[in-house]
């Protein structure tokens, strides 16, 4: 088992940004591949980024890449969401999740934390 616990969010302008964490406790963390989801109001859970075990791989989104960065810490069992040049469609809950593998696909992940709120005002 993997908690998981997002903070960060809040109220920003348009073309702000905020850093996005997400702590985890219980197993080992490393051995993991992480995710980050995120879901507006009416609409379905979507992908937004991952990261390989290592580190040295990312994936994005094509609506978030070359604004978002996904990184991670394995010491502090801590993986990062640094969003750049928010823009309204971006408000939504922002959720990590633990992945045996690396996918887009929501089912592909085991845990999930409780979410972080991101506004973004116009």
């Known amino acids: 088992q993997v908690q998981l616990v997002e903070s960060g969010g809040g109220l920003v302008q348009a073309g702000g940004s905020l850093r996005l964490s997400c702590a985890a406790s219980?197993?080992?963390?490393?051995?993991?591949?992480m995710g980050w989801f995120r879901q507006a109001p009416g609409k379905e859970r979507e992908f937004v980024a991952a990261?390989?075990?290592?580190?040295?791989?990312?994936y994005y989104s094509d609506s978030v890449k070359g604004r978002f960065i996904i990184s991670r810490d394995n010491a502090k069992n801590t993986v990062y969401l640094q969003i750049n040049s928010l823009k309204p469609e971006d408000t939504a809950v922002y959720y990590c999740?633990?992945?045996?593998?690396?996918?887009?696909?929501?089912?592909?992940?085991?845990?999930w934390g409780q979410g972080t709120q991101v506004t973004v005002s116009s």
């Open positions: 999740a633990v992945s045996g593998g690396i996918t887009t696909a929501v089912y592909g992940y085991d845990y």
């Open positions: 219980g197993r080992t963390f490393s051995p993991y591949n």
């Open positions: 990261i390989t075990r290592s580190g040295i791989n990312t």
